[in-house]
């Protein structure tokens, strides 16, 4: 007869950390969203020089963390400022780097916390939907346009789906898109298909 394993101490410290962080980078994006404009930003980032792109690949690893921008603003202001293939690049790591520390935010803190407000049978519900080789689900919903992409990258982490395919759904939804929306900032993607820039 095998004795039980003793169960961990719940990680209250670092949850509390984690949170206080979090609620702070809320609070900082919102007292912060008034000067979101397109045009604030854009002077923002052409008067950093050579560091706008850096700049602009902050602003979408928060705007997936805080949203005070609208998701599909940076990668647009990528194409339109740094060309069809600097731009995309940008988009792209900014999108790849969000997405990651969402999921390992709720990787970290989230399962604990939500399993005592929503309950351990509800998560494992998540997580069938999205679990083993249902990860699939999510590269459709992250292509979707207006669909809560960053909101998802959060329940990846609850619902315990590996790094791995977690990255890869991101690979083949979330950063398409996001490629798609700066080429079309840089004028070489429209309704029309393929146009030359200019």
């Given at each position: 007869?095998?004795?039980?394993?003793?169960r961990?101490?719940?990680?209250?410290?670092?949850t509390?950390?984690?949170?206080?962080?979090?609620v702070?980078?809320?609070?900082?994006?919102?007292?912060?969203?008034?000067?979101f404009?397109?045009?604030r930003?854009?002077a923002?980032?052409?008067?950093?020089?050579?560091?706008?792109?850096?700049?602009l690949?902050?602003?979408?690893?928060?705007?997936?963390?805080?949203?005070p921008?609208?998701?599909?603003f940076?990668?647009?202001?990528?194409?339109?400022?740094?060309?069809?293939?600097?731009?995309?690049?940008?988009?792209?790591?900014?999108?790849?780097?969000?997405?990651?520390i969402?999921?390992?935010?709720?990787?970290i803190?989230?399962?604990?916390?939500?399993?005592?407000?929503?309950?351990?049978?509800?998560?494992?519900?998540?997580?069938?939907?999205?679990?083993?080789?249902?990860?699939?689900?999510?590269?459709?919903?992250?292509?979707?346009?207006?669909?809560?992409?960053?909101?998802?990258?959060?329940?990846?982490?609850?619902?315990?789906?590996?790094?791995?395919?977690?990255f890869?759904?991101?690979?083949?939804?979330?950063?398409?898109?996001?490629?798609?929306?700066?080429l079309?900032?840089?004028?070489?993607?429209?309704?029309?298909g393929?146009?030359?820039?200019?």
């Amino acid at each position: 007869m095998s004795e039980a394993k003793p169960r961990k101490p719940f990680p209250w410290a670092q949850t509390l950390l984690l949170l206080a962080a979090i609620v702070a980078i809320v609070w900082i994006g919102l007292a912060l969203k008034p000067c979101f404009t397109r045009e604030r930003l854009t002077a923002v980032v052409r008067g950093a020089g050579a560091w706008g792109p850096a700049i602009l690949l902050a602003m979408q690893v928060a705007q997936i963390l805080v949203a005070p921008i609208p998701g599909v603003f940076v990668p647009v202001l990528s194409g339109f400022l740094y060309g069809p293939i600097v731009g995309p690049l940008v988009a792209s790591l900014g999108t790849a780097a969000g997405s990651m520390i969402a999921y390992w935010i709720a990787r970290i803190a989230g399962r604990p916390l939500i399993e005592r407000w929503v309950g351990a049978e509800k998560l494992d519900r998540a997580h069938a939907l999205i679990g083993g080789k249902r990860w699939l689900a999510l590269v459709p919903l992250f292509l979707v346009p207006f669909s809560p992409s960053d909101a998802l990258c959060f329940a990846a982490g609850i619902v315990d789906l590996t790094p791995k395919r977690f990255f890869l759904a991101v690979l083949l939804g979330r950063l398409p898109k996001d490629c798609a929306l700066a080429l079309a900032g840089a004028g070489l993607l429209r309704a029309g298909g393929w146009l030359p820039a200019g």
